[in-house]
């Protein structure tokens, strides 16, 4: 079994940054792909930016240009770098990474909020 914890969510005025990290624990086999979405009330989940083992990493157009995704790999953990965040910005953040043995896993989800 696998547990994928995240940290550095909470309340930010607009324009301002967060980083959120997403550690996996236990059982790791060798991850395939790592991502970032996000659920807003009323709204569907949404991708936020993934990465997949080797490639480039692929944005949202929302976030295009203001986040970015990065991965250690040796720590088997991802981040989200969210810069000029915006109100619209404000939602749970749910990380998911797929390893190469077909499983695939889902973070508990961190409230982000973005108001002054």
């Known amino acids: 079994q696998v547990q994928l914890v995240e940290s550095g969510g909470g309340l930010v005025q607009p324009g301002g940054s967060l980083r959120l990290s997403c550690a996996a624990s236990?059982?790791?086999?060798?991850?395939?792909?790592m991502g970032w979405y996000r659920q807003a009330p009323g709204k569907e989940r949404e991708l936020v930016a993934g990465i997949i083992s080797g490639g480039s990493p692929n944005y949202g157009e929302s976030v295009l240009g203001r986040f970015t995704i990065s991965a250690d790999n040796a720590k088997n953990t991802v981040y989200l770098q969210m810069n000029s965040l915006k109100p619209e910005d404000t939602a749970v953040y749910y990380c998911?990474?797929?390893?190469?043995?077909?499983?695939?896993?889902w973070g508990q989800g961190i409230q982000v909020t973005v108001s002054s």
């Open positions: 998911r990474m797929g390893f190469r043995n077909g499983y695939d896993y």
């Open positions: 236990g059982s790791i086999f060798s991850i395939y792909a």
